[in-house]
T-cell receptor, first 115, second 108 residues
Framework: GAVVSQHPSRVICKSGTSVKIECRSL??????MFWYRQFPKKSLMLMAT?????????EQGVEKDKFLINHASLTLSTLTVTSAHPEDSSFYIC???????????FGPGTRLLVL | KQEVTQIPAALSVPEGENLVLNCSFT??????LQWFRQDPGKGLTSLLL?????REQTSGRLNASLDKSSGRSTLYIAASQPGDSATYLC???????FGTGTRLQVFP
């Protein structure tokens, strides 16, 4: 199957700083990328959907000014957690899809710890 | 290595039927299992989460059960509606292992 990578795999930052997470589709063009967050009970919740060249669509309850998403190319989407706080500590996972109805391929995730 | 199979792969039913979607797994030492629905071009929508210590969860017309001894989880959809048409995925989200999916179509 297709491969999606995330960088970094793990990041620790101080409260108040911003952190950028990259999601790359390595061997396919991801017209749509999705960002998920994994919560303590291990449930996976969709945060936002981004289409290349367009503004991201955020799920209800997700602050768009807090979680900035950019999908500037068909192989790269970034999630920036701005002014991070300890409650933002979580596991963030992206996925990419080549188009509507196509399979989503998931990245390995990024563990964020905000001190 | 955990293998997750969903049966049937596709299902087409008339509105009003009660449905059972199956998810089978090979490793009984599971942690948490989550059921999702996926609409074309959309991200996964969480339906139900069953923690490893639980046996079932219910939300509206949906009921999911988990039987670790038999390596199976089932998603029961009562009184199906055309709006239920989607692909349904089971997943072990702590390992990011997803099932093969069941494509459901409910026609009026």
């Amino acid at each position: 199957g297709a491969v999606v990578s995330q960088h970094p795999s793990r990041v620790i930052c101080k409260s108040g700083t911003s952190v950028k997470i990259e999601c790359r589709s390595l061997d396919f063009q991801a017209t749509t990328m999705f960002w998920y967050r994994q919560f303590p009970k291990k449930s996976l919740m969709l945060m936002a959907t981004s289409n290349e060249g367009s503004k991201a669509t955020y799920e209800q309850g997700v602050e768009k000014d807090k979680f900035l998403i950019n999908h500037a190319s068909l192989t790269l989407s970034t999630l920036t957690v701005t002014s991070a706080h300890p409650e933002d500590s979580s596991f963030y996972i992206c996925s990419g899809s080549a188009g509507p109805g196509e399979t989503q391929y998931f990245g390995p995730g990024t563990r964020l710890l905000v001190l | 290595k955990q293998e997750v199979t969903q049966i049937p792969a596709a299902l087409s039913v008339p509105e009003g039927e009660n449905l059972v979607l199956n998810c089978s797994f090979t490793d009984s030492a599971i942690y948490n299992l989550q059921w999702f629905r996926q609409d074309p071009g959309k991200g996964l929508t969480s339906l139900l989460l069953i923690q490893s210590s639980q046996r079932e969860q219910t939300s509206g017309r949906l009921n999911a059960s988990l039987d670790k001894s038999s390596g199976r989880s089932t998603l029961y959809i009562a009184a199906s509606q055309p709006g239920d048409s989607a692909t349904y995925l089971c997943a072990f989200t702590d390992k990011l292992i997803f099932g093969t999916g069941t494509r459901l179509q409910v026609f009026p």
